[in-house]
């Protein structure tokens, strides 16, 4: 069946008018879904599951009813949403909501398409339930997020709480192979459209000492075994993407390929921002080859990414983090590594990763095969990855039966109205996938015992077996925080103000992930400790100072790379870290709103000079558009120390500084000009 013969014809522009044949699998799932079924659709990687999430789209636009589509990552939200921007020629309204967890879901009226991380859609349920009345349908891509024990439990919470609140809505759930969906499609009543189709064909086998197996048969290769592979690839016009298990071991493949392979690229006219790579890195790009972990800058690997997609990158090494993150597929795919170090010990990445690596393999529209194979380093190694290939796959299951998720939610339930009693929450948790696969009935105490934390600790109050959520437990779970982050944020304001010791605060929160400490480290740590009369020497407290001191050097402008070289972490990390703090210190600046109202300046000032990575000085600089914490401080540096200086500057004043050309400095003096209007308005 033709695309143009199940959409309107409009639709078409969508997919630049080319009116092609719907795989069956999509037909289908269309066909479901348009006689109000909920479906859950699982295919492999880069079969065309996202065409029918758009289709739906549509035709819930055209009914009247907005859409939601939910994903795991902001990286993938993002790329969403640069997708889904075509839909704005045939009038559908789409935006993107990935963080500011605060902000009122009001602002969904304005729009037909809403793309959220699962953790921002949970946050607008938790601060308004009703808007769901708005909605006709919500897609949850990566379905199978939900067995994630970080993402997951938020993922769950969202899909019960539509399944609870609102189950007229349609439900479309986005899937990888999993052995469980006809479990998962009951949990969410829903019909199944489960397909091993792939658009581009996928060989799959094994490296094994110096050969090549598939489907039995056996390759010799050669000394350089898998590098003979991606020289195949290449050659024949393809690119290869290989998983290492730590940054370490991609940084270090990287660099042994430009050994192995010479691709020139012009390296200045790539358009790269001088000083985004280093040294080597640089030399690795110029050689077409690179690497990605998150622990390099945002900029970093947007820049990586386009050079990949661009062609320039041919051999890309990765962590397993990008599987599941941006959409890059190459030719060739090895998975070098079947194993990562997790928890004190070595032990096998689960199948479902594993697929999804492979799923890279194969570029639509590019290759007409797709390579993707395991190197096995051992015979034990080798009958895992036989078991990859050929096994069943790891069914997903619930994770949200921890203490500290059922008091978030229990909470989030009281706030929210969605329940008011221990029935009206026993009754939401028995729409979950937890009691789907567990017996309910046994996680009652947990219910009373996070009830009893919520009321001593003044989150709620309780009358005749009726709870109610003070205004303290309100703006926590507007906030989105852990009712433990909330409670540290409060105990450090009866603190006197210091940066650094709000800093070890926010970093002790459960909401913060620290950075590791070393044994290296520990003098510097326990002086930071001692500075600040904190006799708690934990793993935890440690780990808590050192994140507090790196936080530090973020907003007194040391410079990023300067940070990352002296505590032996990544930019990216680093960003990371200040993304979480970021919103941590907001929480606290609220709170403060709330019990320390004559530290509400200071607190909001570190709030921005967190986010920022600046001192206070350039605060008010930064708000300039275009002008970020280099630019500010080169500004400053310069002489020009407040908007009213850079509003009344000449253009050739501030092109002269490094960095700033004149159509720059133009539009920053503009900026603000119209700045300066409005204060003085």
Excluded at 308 to 314: E, R, S, V
Excluded at 669 to 681: C, P, T
């Amino acid at each position: 069946m033709k695309l143009s013969e199940i959409t309107p014809s409009e639709f078409l522009k969508v997919t630049d008018n080319n009116d092609f044949t719907l795989y069956e699998h999509q037909e289908e799932a269309v066909a479901k879904l348009r006689e109000n079924k909920n479906v859950i659709v699982s295919v492999p990687t880069a079969s065309g599951k996202t065409l029918i999430g758009y289709i739906s789209i549509y035709d819930t636009y055209l009914k009247g009813k907005k859409s939601m589509y939910i994903v795991p990552l902001r990286s993938l939200a993002m790329e969403k949403f640069s997708e889904l921007l075509s839909l704005r020629n045939l009038g559908v309204k789409v935006t993107m909501s990935i963080g500011d967890y605060d902000v009122p879901p009001s602002f969904v009226k304005n729009y037909d398409v809403i793309i959220a991380t699962s953790e921002r859609a949970d946050s607008m349920l938790h601060r308004d339930p009703d808007i769901l009345n708005y909605f006709g349908l919500v897609i949850i891509d990566e379905i199978h997020m939900i067995s994630d024990p970080s993402r997951g439990p938020r993922l769950e919470t969202v899909i019960s709480s539509l399944l609870y609140l609102n189950p007229e809505i349609l439900l479309l759930g986005l899937s990888a192979t999993v052995s469980n969906i006809q479990e998962i499609a009951e949990w969410m009543n829903a019909e199944t459209v489960v397909s091993n189709f792939r658009a581009v064909p996928l060989e799959t086998g094994i490296i094994f000492k110096g050969n090549l197996i598939t489907d039995g048969e056996k390759k010799h290769l050669g000394r350089d075994d898998e590098v003979s592979l991606i020289k195949e690839s290449i050659e024949s016009g393809g690119q290869a993407l290989v998983f290492r298990n730590s940054r370490r071991n991609a940084e270090k493949y990287a660099q042994s390929m430009v050994n192995f392979f010479d691709f020139q690229n012009d390296f200045e006219k790539l358009e790269i921002p001088p000083d985004l790579f280093n040294e080597a890195q640089a030399n690795m790009v110029a050689h077409g080859v690179m690497f990605h972990h998150a622990g390099l800058s945002n900029d970093q690997r947007t820049m990586i990414e386009k050079l990949f997609k661009q062609g320039y990158i041919k051999i890309l090494t990765a962590t397993p983090t990008l599987a599941a993150g941006v959409n890059l597929p190459a030719r060739t795919v090895i998975i070098r590594d079947i194993t990562r170090f997790s928890d004190g010990y070595s032990k096998p990445i689960s199948g479902i990763e594993i697929q999804q690596m492979i799923g890279r393999a194969g570029r639509p529209k590019y290759d007409k095969k797709g390579y993707g194979y395991i190197y096995a380093a051992s015979p034990g190694m080798l009958r895992v990855a036989e078991g990859y290939l050929t096994g069943e796959l790891e069914p997903v299951i619930s994770r949200m039966d921890s203490n500290s998720l059922i008091r978030f939610n229990v909470l989030a339930l009281i706030s929210s109205g969605i329940a008011t009693d221990l029935k009206g929450i026993q009754d939401f948790y028995g729409k979950t996938l937890l009691a789907a696969q567990n017996d309910i009935d046994g996680y009652e105490l947990a219910f009373e015992s996070a009830l009893y934390f919520l009321k001593d600790n003044d989150f709620i109050t309780e009358e005749n077996d009726i709870y109610s959520a003070t205004k303290f437990g309100r703006l926590t779970s507007d906030l989105y925080i852990d009712p433990v982050s909330s409670l540290i944020l409060k105990k450090c304001l009866d603190l006197e103000f210091s940066e650094e010791l709000y800093l070890y605060y926010i970093s002790k929160t459960p909401d913060m992930l620290t950075f590791n400490y070393r044994a290296s480290d520990y003098e510097y740590l326990e002086e930071f400790l001692d500075r600040h009369n904190i006799s708690d020497f934990s793993e935890e407290s440690m780990g808590a100072a050192k994140t507090a001191i790196i936080l530090n050097e973020w907003i007194n402008e040391v410079p990023i790379n300067t940070i990352a070289e002296t505590f032996g972490i990544g930019p990216g990390d680093i960003q990371a870290k200040a993304s979480s703090a970021d919103w941590i210190s907001y929480s606290l600046y609220r709170l403060g709103s709330m019990f320390d109202k004559e530290n509400e300046n200071n607190l909001l000032h570190l709030n921005i000079r967190i986010k920022e990575g600046v001192k206070e000085e350039i605060i008010r600089i930064i708000e300039i558009p275009q002008v970020g914490r280099v630019r500010g401080r080169r500004l400053y540096n310069n002489g020009f120390k407040s908007i009213d200086d850079i509003a009344n500057a000449r253009v050739e004043d501030i092109s002269r500084i490094f960095g700033f050309s004149t159509k720059l400095a133009k539009d920053i003096i503009e900026n603000a000009g119209k700045l300066n209007n409005r204060y003085y308005r």
